[in-house]
């Protein structure tokens, strides 16, 4: 039994469904259903009785004790975050009350139920923090790529409450000797992510004939990760990965975002052309973010030298498979395609 949190956002639900998918082991979900979290997301499982669903903020310090203590997990997966910049820059409030009270609070009840374990329970304990890139600031255009022992140098609210969690579990490690593991990963891509990340919004936009909006000059570089196989990475962390040890999970795949947004409409001129002209044709330039970083790169030699991990998609045959994924939830692709699923209105 794993207890996941944040299982109902983008790469928390392709981790459910793939971990269950692929290992067959049970998954209770805690999830807050905040404005990013989707049951929809989890439709395949509707009637599993591998996966339990639990509505509830990892901030409730009761409801954590109860699930443990009804559970017994042999690992907890926190993926539970705000996570998205533009919002964090607008109102930080609630990445705090998530990202750093929420954590810690699943840390302390974390802590006191597993200290309770036998000992051979405990040692077999995990507590896997998935993070983010953003953590390590920004790259110039000839840095090296970030290695596990770049110094955090966050640049946003959301970056800053990431690393605040990321310390957490680390001093909870090293003063209580909670068995944690941490991975910090790059940009996702793939089916179910929320529509006002990069890929899915401007999917969205160009099949709705509106403008695509790009940050400034649109150089700035992403390292790209299709999320199933960061979820690979994720299960081959928690099985093998050495306590205490991070472990930095990359899709070798730098392109800026305007590489991203041209890839993306050459892609749909393809698979469902417009009736005037090319989608590149509605890229339009805006005003660049507040404390935009210029570039993230992740070297990921470490997991796959130790662990043998690397990612089995590239950048054009993982997006390949996103829009194929979109375009088959919006009924746009022919018979046999997935089942559509509504998502509501596009956030601008």
């Known amino acids: 039994m794993l207890l996941v949190t944040g299982g109902a956002g983008f790469i928390g639900a392709n981790f459910v469904l793939s971990t269950i998918a692929a290992t067959g082991e049970a998954i209770v979900n805690l999830d807050k259903l905040t404005y990013a979290g989707n049951l929809d997301n989890l439709a395949p499982l509707a009637s599993d009785p591998r996966h339990v669903f639990v509505k509830g903020d990892i901030a409730d310090r009761e409801l954590l004790r109860r699930l443990l203590a009804e559970h017994r997990p042999r690992a907890i997966v926190h993926f ?5 910049v533009d919002r964090s820059i607008e109102g930080p409030a609630e990445f705090i009350h998530t990202n750093v009270v ?3 609070s699943l840390l302390e009840e974390t802590r006191a139920w597993w200290g309770a374990l036998p000992e051979g329970d405990k040692e077999r304990f995990r507590f896997l923090q998935v993070s983010t890139d953003e ?14 022992t770049h110094p955090y140098a966050p640049n946003s609210p959301y970056a800053a409450s990431k690393a605040a969690s990321d310390h957490l579990v680390r001093a909870y490690h090293h003063t209580y000797g909670l068995p944690v593991l941490t991975t910090n990963c790059s940009n996702n891509y793939g089916p179910r992510q929320y529509p006002e990340k990069l890929i899915p919004l401007m999917i969205a936009h160009a099949l709705a004939e509106k403008p695509l909006p790009v940050y400034g000059d649109g150089l700035n570089v992403r390292d790209w990760l299709y999320v199933l196989d960061h979820c690979e990475a994720l299960r081959a962390v928690l099985d093998q990965g050495r306590v205490g040890e991070t472990y930095n999970i990359g899709g070798a795949s730098e392109k800026t975002n305007l590489e991203v947004v041209k890839m993306l409409c050459a892609m749909l001129d393809a698979a469902r052309p417009r009736k005037n002209g090319r989608y590149e044709d509605l890229i339009a330039r805006v005003k660049d973010r ?8 992740i070297d990921a030699s470490k997991i796959e ?3 043998g ?13 996103t829009v194929d994924w979109t375009l088959g939830q919006r009924g746009l692709r022919g018979a046999g395609d997935e089942p559509r699923v509504d998502r509501g209105s596009q956030a601008d």
């Open 102 to 104: 929420g954590s810690f």
């Open 135 to 148: 953590v390590y600031g920004s790259l110039g255009p000839a840095d090296p790529a970030f290695k596990e």
């Open 80 to 84: 539970a975050a705000e996570s998205h």
């Open 305 to 307: 030298r130790e662990l």
């Open 309 to 321: 991990w690397r990612p089995r998609q590239n950048f054009e045959s993982g997006m390949r498979k």
């Open 290 to 297: 507040p404390g935009h970083d210029r570039r993230y790169a």
